[in-house]
């Protein structure tokens, strides 16, 4: 009996004659990206999800995000050539202080490619979410980034709400970050500086390092009691969901 997680199809590019690709959500808390070589499904199939999922090898196991299938020379079938975690590019100007992961969006309707109505906790208000779906779209989500940071605050395009990232990308710290927040902020501390506004949304957490932002309160201090006063406040904050933040797309105000 085969072993297949739960497959959501997302996006797709498909093409018959040449490489087809998609973005996968696997069992309902990771993303994968699938390129499938020409010749192996028909595109009735590829684009359906429950024939998809039917039809695909069993999927690999491992920390992997970057599969590709492809025909077996030894008896024709379809089997996984590649599995590997794949640092995939993302927006590079990122200006804004919020940061929303994928995962925490409840995706709604699909309002043109690439483009949905969204909620999640960080706003009381339903947002559209515009983002990259592969790699090749990203300078396009690029140049339109920047263009909101030149009109934030004119009343000349909607509100720009954030980042959005994915997997490999950022995402906000919780309690069980604790120790890896604890050696970001001791780092800040022996610089004497205090951040003044922790926070589990000022703290960003990637697979490679844990990161501090919003460092608009942040001041030079020597007395060595309020840093620990910061250092020892941070399991509470970490704890604390009710806080308010505040990449990849860019949540924006329905019209």
Same mark, same amino acid.
Request: aromatic share 10%.
């Given at each position: 009996?085969?072993?297949?997680?739960?497959?959501?199809?997302?996006? !797709?590019?498909?093409?018959?004659?040449?490489?087809? #690709?998609?973005?996968?959500?696997?069992?309902?808390?990771?993303?994968? $990206?699938?390129?499938?070589? &020409?010749?192996?499904?028909?595109?009735?199939?590829?684009?359906? =999800?429950?024939?998809?999922?039917?039809?695909?090898? =069993?999927?690999?196991?491992?920390?992997?995000? =970057?599969?590709?299938? !492809?025909?077996?020379?030894?008896?024709?079938?379809?089997?996984? +050539?590649?599995?590997?975690?794949?640092?995939?590019?993302?927006?590079?100007?990122?200006?804004?202080?919020?940061?929303?992961?994928?995962?925490?969006? +409840?995706?709604?309707?699909?309002?043109?490619?690439?483009?949905?109505?969204?909620?999640?906790?960080?706003?009381?208000?339903?947002?559209?979410?515009?983002?990259?779906?592969?790699?090749?779209?990203?300078? $396009?989500? %690029?140049?339109?980034?920047?263009? $909101?940071?030149?009109?934030?605050?004119?009343?000349?395009? &909607?509100?720009? #709400?954030?980042?959005?990232?994915?997997?490999?990308?950022?995402?906000? +710290?919780?309690? @069980?970050?604790?120790?890896?927040?604890?050696?970001?902020?001791?780092?800040?501390?022996?610089?004497?500086?205090?951040?003044?506004?922790?926070?589990? #949304?000022?703290?960003?957490?990637?697979? @490679?390092?844990?990161?501090?932002?919003? #460092?608009?309160? !942040?001041?030079?201090?020597?007395?060595?009691?309020?840093?620990?006063? %910061?250092?020892? @406040?941070?399991?509470?904050?970490?704890?604390?969901?009710?806080?308010?933040?505040?990449?990849?797309?860019?949540?924006?105000?329905?019209?």
């Amino acid at each position: 009996m085969r072993d297949q997680p739960k497959i959501e199809l997302l996006q !797709a590019e498909v093409d018959e004659d040449d490489q087809s #690709f998609f973005r996968l959500l696997v069992d309902g808390k990771s993303i994968k $990206y699938l390129t499938i070589d &020409p010749g192996l499904y028909t595109t009735e199939d590829m684009c359906f =999800d429950p024939s998809l999922t039917s039809l695909l090898p =069993d999927f690999p196991h491992g920390d992997w995000n =970057d599969g590709l299938v !492809a025909k077996s020379t030894t008896d024709g079938k379809p089997y996984f +050539a590649r599995a590997e975690r794949t640092q995939f590019p993302g927006v590079r100007h990122q200006w804004h202080k919020t940061y929303v992961d994928y995962l925490d969006l +409840a995706v709604g309707d699909k309002l043109r490619t690439g483009i949905y109505e969204v909620k999640c906790p960080q706003f009381d208000t339903a947002v559209i979410a515009k983002f990259a779906r592969f790699e090749w779209e990203i300078q $396009y989500l %690029e140049n339109e980034t920047i263009a $909101y940071q030149w009109i934030e605050g004119h009343q000349i395009g &909607p509100r720009f #709400f954030g980042h959005l990232t994915e997997d490999g990308n950022a995402r906000h +710290a919780g309690p @069980s970050d604790l120790v890896a927040c604890q050696q970001t902020l001791r780092r800040l501390h022996q610089l004497g500086i205090r951040h003044g506004d922790l926070n589990r #949304f000022n703290f960003l957490v990637r697979p @490679s390092n844990t990161t501090l932002i919003d #460092f608009d309160t !942040a001041q030079k201090c020597e007395d060595q009691v309020a840093l620990q006063e %910061e250092f020892e @406040s941070l399991p509470r904050a970490l704890g604390d969901t009710s806080i308010r933040g505040g990449g990849g797309g860019l949540p924006t105000e329905p019209n």
